[in-house]
């Protein structure tokens, strides 16, 4: 077990569940085994049209199906663009605004050049969008991470209970029709509903 630094202050998350018929651990035993026995659903909301930002919860989606979880997804706003039949092979990604870009490739130029953030100033040099976009779907498939739209149709046939948020589709004058993999067009409060009891993470 880690030493705690002398002078470190854990914050009070209040006090752990008991396990049947004994005493809660102590909040310091970070390896004691979970006694959580509840329901095992999670529901991702996915709001980011981004390459980048697509990616995350579509391979914790797959990472929970994969245990056994059911799995929700609600996507909303700009997120929509991920199920989107004509959209979802285009997401870009873009490092203008991200200052954590940087590339292990670098370091072979010269060590410590990995860990060296792209200056903003270059995201808004001609192609660079394509450079971004383009660098980051080798990476992908290097680690064998498919496509966007093939992971909403690996998702969907897994089991993944996927939806899209109406009012998005409203207000993008969007039709059913033009949506892959989803069960259904429902709203906020309906998702809210079929995810009670479970985990909610917002992407």
Not at 75 to 80: D, I, M, S, V
Not at 118 to 139: D, I
Not at 179 to 199: C, M, P, R, W, Y
């Amino acid at each position: 077990m880690a030493t705690i630094p002398e002078g470190f202050i854990i914050p009070d998350f209040g006090s752990a569940p008991a396990a049947a018929g004994g005493t809660a651990p102590a909040a310091s035993s970070a390896s004691a085994p979970s006694t959580y026995a509840g329901p095992r659903k999670i529901s991702f909301i996915c709001s980011k049209g981004n390459l980048d930002m697509a990616y995350p919860g579509l391979i914790m989606a797959n990472a929970a199906l994969g245990e056994g979880v059911e799995v929700n997804i609600f996507f909303t706003f700009w997120g929509l663009d991920i199920i989107h039949k004509k959209l979802n092979k285009k997401l870009r990604f873009t490092f203008a605004g991200n200052t954590a870009m940087h590339m292990p490739e670098l370091g072979y130029l010269r060590p410590g050049l990995e860990n060296v953030s792209f200056p903003q100033a270059m995201a808004n040099l001609p192609g660079m969008t394509r450079f971004g976009t383009s660098y980051m779907k080798k990476a992908m498939a290097d680690l064998g991470i498919p496509p966007v739209d093939e992971m909403i149709d690996l998702l969907e046939a897994a089991g993944a209970n996927m939806y899209a948020c109406k009012l998005t589709v409203d207000m993008m004058q969007l039709i059913e029709a033009d949506l892959k993999g989803i069960k259904g067009v429902i709203s906020a409060t309906d998702f809210i509903e079929l995810s009670e009891g479970g985990q909610i993470v917002f992407i």
